[in-house]
């Protein structure tokens, strides 16, 4: 168990819709990273927050949001969903800034499903 | 640019075997972290390793060892005398420390993975 967690651990919804996707980092924690995870592209980096802001951005569409809130919880946001949005969505934490000096701890993952 | 390349997309052995996954990297970077995460059926990613450009010294936990080659831009996973909960896909992933690193990235650069089997 890594510490960092995520809810829900499964979602299926439909095209066109939107969805809310939580990550609670480890106690300590102040980075946050997302990651998506799909066949054809496979892991790939999204958005990275900081202590409250954001820091770094990926391959994030558009239609995806992120935030971290003052507890340091994150939400990713993902809207007018698409089929090939499905895909294994990982939360990742370390203690600082940057974390190529840290170690990432990854989530159990939400596996999102659109149909 | 940065990129990790695992050649390797499947490998299947019988328990016991050693194993040898092969990662190799490039980065124009002279500091930078290189990792090993193990993602089980389950679909969890474990950390397993961390190395930085600076430490070239190879590293040895339990049955499991790496080679960190800066020469050949490589970073090597060995596995000796394999077992089933071995079995699961691992990626190899590169982290760039940029000068003064505060403030920027440190998201990882991910390979595509190599999907190992082992076999009773």
Redesign the interface.
């Known amino acids: 168990d890594?510490g960092v967690t995520q809810t829900p651990k499964h979602l299926i919804t439909a095209t066109g819709q939107r969805v809310t996707l939580r990550c609670s980092p480890r106690s300590g924690d102040l980075?946050v990273?997302w990651?998506q995870q799909s066949l054809d592209q496979?892991?790939?980096?999204l958005i990275?927050y900081y202590n409250g802001e954001e820091?770094?951005k990926?391959n994030i569409l558009e239609r995806f949001s992120a935030q971290q809130f003052p507890d340091l919880h994150s939400e990713l946001n993902l809207s007018s969903l698409e089929l090939g949005d499905s895909a294994?969505y990982?939360c990742?934490s370390?203690f600082g800034?940057?974390?190529?000096?840290?170690?990432?701890?990854?989530?159990?993952?939400t596996?999102l499903t659109v149909l | 640019a940065q990129k990790v390349t695992q050649a390797q997309t499947e490998i299947s052995v019988v328990e016991k075997e050693d194993v040898t996954l092969d990662c190799v990297y490039e980065t124009r970077d002279t500091t930078?972290?290189l990792?090993w995460?193990k993602q089980p059926p389950s679909?969890?990613?474990?950390?397993l390793i961390?190395r930085n450009s600076f430490d070239e010294q190879n590293e040895i936990s339990g049955r499991y060892s790496w080679n960190f080659q800066k020469s050949t831009s490589s970073f090597n996973f060995t596995i000796t005398a394999s077992q089933v909960v071995d079995s699961a896909v691992y990626?190899c992933a590169l982290?760039?420390?940029p000068f003064g690193?505060?403030?920027?990235?440190?998201?990882?650069?991910?390979?595509?993975?190599t999907k190992l089997s082992v076999k009773p």
Request: glycine content about 20%.
């Open positions: 890594s980075s990273y990651y496979g892991l790939q980096f990275q820091r770094a990926g294994l990982f990742a370390s800034l940057a974390g190529a000096m840290d170690t990432q701890y990854f989530g159990p993952g596996r | 930078y972290y990792f995460y679909g969890e990613l474990v950390f961390r990626f982290s760039e420390a690193y505060g403030g920027s990235q440190g998201n990882l650069i991910f390979g595509k993975g």
